[in-house]
């Protein structure tokens, strides 16, 4: 346990560790920088940077690099080494080497960017991005190189990135819920939303991947028969963990714990070889951070053990497919969570207050959350029956909307003696958390002191969707700080703005089954969006309220906003286009030349056995009619995929083109995967050229 204590972070240049290797004026200065965002001057960085690399050096580190985020989603990284020479060497070579590295290489760096998307945000002849240091994540150690998370931006200030616009994001929050803050007689005190992301993953054997070009180039199975057994006996869900599993849970933990990464809770998920990683909550920007990395060193140590984790949002077709839920607060720096009903009537109205401020945002910005999640992995789960539906709603709870409900209406509240509840006079009734948490369909469910948004998939950065609820969050509260900073009597105005917000967006609100069908209806009837793909959702990015709202908040300017929509179009074409390829691929090389071989074969039997042995060869004859027939079926499945992808290139415009692929792509690799998961049914395993569901979802022993 000691020994554990003392491994926590040690791989992390943080609080701790600056305070014990900067001079006090220099950390003070750090820290001061880290809270308020205050510019640190060079001469400081000169002095960081050195007990940065002494530290980074003790530890074994040869190397550093600048961490950022890139718009593809995933983590980048250039390492230089600390290395630098000195001294004449024999005709004018150096004669030595010192370790350095300056405060002006720590606060920035420049990197050829013209790789990395830009969505037309970076043309060809200025290629530089540059990166910048963001102290509020610490730096750390991994594989010998210093790791600096970063943000990534163009020579005009563009965000390159996710980080910077999530950074935006948090300033947005913090300056209108402080102004909040400051009404409800807060001074001093500074608001910052908290995240902790419960990641769901896959384990299968290495092997099944190797053989599985599918597993290999896209993540998911593009083709398999459903096996007999999968989830329906509910037996997988928090049951033993497997050794070899328990292993790679154990070699985990330690490396993220090292990591300084809060890793908590682990249990078996619903679908076998599926499984599950929480974190302790922590502020948004660390939390996002280290999801990336617990991502990437969940694919490493998985490799080490002769596996492979899956990310994927939807490998397997008939087992759940794997999301991440976002759980979000907003707090004080002082450790008062905003989102807490609070003991006294006051407390009360300040937590009515910010939960109507979650409400109205996400109402309003239903789309731009749908889009924040819109992967073309996340829209076989979005919708199906696993995951919440692609409508967005809100659960609250019974109890919670009860109170609601009263003060919309204006009415007696049942659980208090009958009384009118008047805000800021009264007391709310306390809401048992079990009773928050009894809806496991909704997008957006409220748990007690947090709101669990349920929609993300597996692999997304989570980035994406903080920022989206911080800047949408943000307008509501600059909203409510406008109207409540001038009003007379702060009371009423208060209960009018709650009663107000309520009645103008309980629409969103639904407390029954997300996958229930009629819920569908009634959300079109309630005018709730339903986007149910990723171009769908898209084609709504750059509508002008949502423009509107990242530029007033400063998190989004309309060229950075843009930049995003191309990307992500163009993304989901090439996703798409990839897996049909795919597909494709394995249909034309493997697949229908071991249905005709063993079609072939039975023809064979058929024959060999009716002439020697007289009898009618029912079962071959039939097969091999129906496999033959299945064949044909798979061949004309096949060439109406290659013409469907072929017909992109005729096709003008990013949106249309990611639409073409979702209308006629999709459908064609949908209509060929009928074919095959048929024949795969009728032929025998030796036969099959691609390992079964059953041998993937069973590999892990
Ligand atoms: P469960 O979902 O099983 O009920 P918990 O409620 O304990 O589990 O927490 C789920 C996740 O929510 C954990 O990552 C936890 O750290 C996180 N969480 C708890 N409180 C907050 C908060 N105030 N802000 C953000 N995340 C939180
Ligand atoms: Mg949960």
Not at 100 to 129: C, I, N, Q, W, Y
Not at 355 to 382: E, F, K, M, W
Not at 400 to 423: H, M, P
Request: hydrophobic letters at 40%; proline letters at 4%; glycine letters at 8%.
């Amino acid at each position: 346990m000691n020994d554990l204590t003392n491994r926590f972070a040690s791989k992390v240049f943080d609080l701790g560790t600056m305070k014990q290797r900067l001079p006090k004026d220099t950390y003070r200065v750090m820290l001061r920088c880290i809270r308020d965002g205050k510019r640190l001057d060079v001469s400081i960085a000169n002095v960081v940077a050195n007990a940065m690399k002494d530290w980074a050096i003790e530890q074994g580190a040869t190397h550093f690099t600048h961490w950022f985020q890139p718009m593809t989603g995933i983590t980048a990284e250039k390492h230089d080494s600390f290395i630098s020479p000195v001294g004449d060497g024999p005709g004018g070579a150096p004669g030595g080497i010192i370790m350095e590295f300056s405060g002006k290489e720590l606060v920035r760096g420049e990197s050829d960017a013209s790789s990395f998307p830009s969505g037309g945000l970076r043309s060809t002849f200025e290629a530089r991005g540059y990166t910048a240091w963001d102290p509020t994540s610490y730096a750390f150690i991994k594989d010998t190189v210093l790791y600096i998370p970063t943000a990534f931006c163009s020579y005009g200030g563009e965000a390159l990135d996710m980080k910077t616009p999530l950074l935006r994001s948090m300033e947005a929050i913090s300056r209108q819920a402080t102004r909040i803050l400051k009404l409800f007689g807060h001074e001093g005190v500074k608001a910052i939303t908290t995240v902790g992301a419960e990641q769901e993953y896959f384990l299968v054997d290495q092997s099944m991947v190797d053989a599985r070009e599918d597993l290999m180039l896209t993540g998911r199975t593009l083709f398999g028969t459903r096996p007999p057994k999968g989830q329906e006996l509910d037996d997988h869900y928090y049951g033993v963990i497997k050794p070899r599993v328990q292993a790679f849970m154990k070699e985990l933990n330690d490396e993220l714990w090292q990591l300084g990464i809060l890793a908590k809770t682990e249990h078996n998920e619903v679908a076998p070889a599926q499984h599950e990683l929480a974190p302790i909550f922590t502020t948004t920007n660390i939390s996002v951070d280290h999801n990336q990395l617990t991502m990437e060193l969940m694919q490493k140590v998985a490799h080490r053990h002769g596996m492979v984790c899956l990310l994927h949002e939807k490998p397997f077709n008939c087992v759940n497919g794997s999301g991440k839920h976002n759980n979000w607060s907003i707090a004080t720096d002082t450790g008062v969570n905003l989102l807490e009903p609070g003991a006294t009537p006051f407390e009360n109205a300040q937590f009515l207050l910010f939960l109507c401020a979650v409400i109205q945002a996400v109402d309003d910005y239903q789309d731009l959350l749908r889009i924040s999640v819109a992967t073309p992995g996340n829209d076989h789960r979005l919708g199906a029956n696993e995951a919440p539906p692609a409508v967005v709603s809100m659960f609250l709870g019974d109890e919670l909307t009860e109170v609601l409900e009263a003060i919309e209406n204006e009415a007696d509240y049942s659980g208090r003696d009958q009384q009118q509840l008047k805000i800021g006079v009264h007391v709310l009734p306390r809401f048992p958390k079990d009773s928050t948490d009894r809806n496991r369909t909704s997008p957006f469910a409220f748990t007690g002191n947090k709101f669990e948004f349920r929609m993300p998939g597996a692999s997304l950065s989570m980035a994406k969707p903080n920022i989206v609820i911080n800047t949408a969050v943000a307008e509501s509260l600059r909203q409510y700080a406008d109207v409540l900073e001038g009003a007379e009597d702060f009371t009423s105005a208060l209960h009018n703005l709650i009663r107000d917000t309520v009645r103008a967006h309980k629409r969103i609100l639904f407390n029954g089954n997300g996958y229930d069908g009629g819920w569908i209806h009634e959300a079109r009837a309630r005018g709730l969006q339903n986007l149910p793909t990723t171009p769908d959702a898209l084609a709504h990015l750059l509508d002008q309220k949502n423009i509107d709202l990242f530029e007033a908040h400063g998190v989004y300017n309309a060229a950075e906003l843009r930049s995003r929509y191309e990307i992500l179009l163009e993304n989901y074409a090439k996703v798409i286009h990839i897996e049909a390829e795919t597909l494709i691929d394995m249909v034309n090389r493997n697949i229908l030349p071991a249905v005709s071989d063993f079609s072939a074969r039975l023809c064979r039997n058929a024959l060999a056995k009716g002439n020697f042995a007289g009898t009618a060869c029912g079962y071959e004859k039939a097969r091999a009619k129906e496999l033959s027939r299945l064949s044909d079926e798979i061949y004309t499945g096949v060439n109406v995929l290659s013409e469907a992808i072929s017909a992109s290139d005729r096709v003008d415009g990013t949106l249309e083109r990611a639409m073409h692929y979702k209308d006629d792509v999709v459908s064609a690799m949908n209509a060929l995967r009928e074919g095959i998961d048929t024949a795969e049914s009728m032929m025998p395993a030796d036969a099959w050229p691609y390992p079964s569901y059953i041998d993937i979802l069973f590999s892990v022993k």
